[in-house]
């Protein structure tokens, strides 16, 4: 794939929609890659993605989903059961406290559906900003900019923050890109983490925005880049 590299923008706000320009070519089909059918599954499978694998997630939710197809039926979930069924994804015990508690607050408060609005998502056991903006933004097809930890290194090292808290890089991104753009930003920017921006060692003779990052690792950078955004290791 030949990208255009001509344009170095100067700002912050320029970087980011040059970074999303790029990204948008090389990316053009990225995907969450959370297997769901449904706004509850989804839902269910980001809580359970803390300190794991999306892999690992998706072997596990076939056998959730047909011994809890629904909310209602996850709420009335035996606690020993669930973990049973989780307990490979990590955090097992918390993770089974928090689904209980979403689907519970989903029958309770919902109607027993998933709500789209983010001030209602954050309500809900075991969900926040970062879980809420991916079931806006990949489920409902809404406005949302989930900040995980490839969003988080990949922010800071490109220069488009100097933010360590999540929340904070995320109303810093949204003031720098078209709403319409941020989910499918935040998932190209996981992709690139994922794939070549890695967070010891990341790829810098394959990366599509080496000319552009103020950290990039090549000879030929080191020179240019004064102003070195410190790197995120999570």
């Known amino acids: 794939m030949t990208l255009s590299r001509r344009v170095r923008p100067r700002t912050p706000k320029g970087r980011a929609r040059e970074v999303a320009r790029r990204l948008a070519e090389t990316y053009p089909d990225a995907v969450c890659e959370l297997d769901h059918t449904s706004a509850y599954e989804l839902l269910t499978a980001t809580i359970l993605s803390a300190q794991t694998t999306d892999v690992r997630v998706n072997m596990v939710t076939p056998g959730l989903f ?3 197809p629904t909310p209602a039926d996850l709420a009335r979930a035996d606690p020993s059961d669930l973990e049973d069924i989780i307990r490979s994804t990590g955090f097992y015990q918390n993770k089974t406290k928090s689904l209980i508690g979403m689907a519970t607050a989903l029958v309770d408060r919902f109607g027993g559906e998933v709500p789209s609005a983010l001030e209602d998502l954050v309500t809900i056991p075991g969900v926040g900003r970062k879980t809420g903006n991916v079931v806006r933004s990949v489920w409902f097809d809404l406005p949302g900019l989930p900040v995980d930890t490839h969003v988080t290194r990949l922010s800071k090292r490109l220069g488009l923050t100097a933010h ?17 753009e ?14 070549v ?20 690792r090549l000879p030929h950078r080191r020179g240019r880049a004064r102003s070195r955004p410190r790197d995120v290791n999570p």
């Not at 360590?164 to 319409?180: M, R, T």
């Not at 921006?197 to 990039?216: G, K, M, Q």
């Open 182 to 195: 941020r989910g499918r930003f935040s998932l190209r920017m996981i992709l690139h983490g994922r794939r």
């Open 197 to 216: 921006c890695f967070a010891r060692t990341p790829d810098c003779a394959s990366c599509v925005l080496e000319d552009i990052c103020p950290s990039s």
């Open 66 to 68: 047909a011994k809890y």
């Open 164 to 180: 360590d808290d999540p929340v904070k890089i995320e109303l810093e991104l949204n003031g720098y890109l078209p709403a319409k």
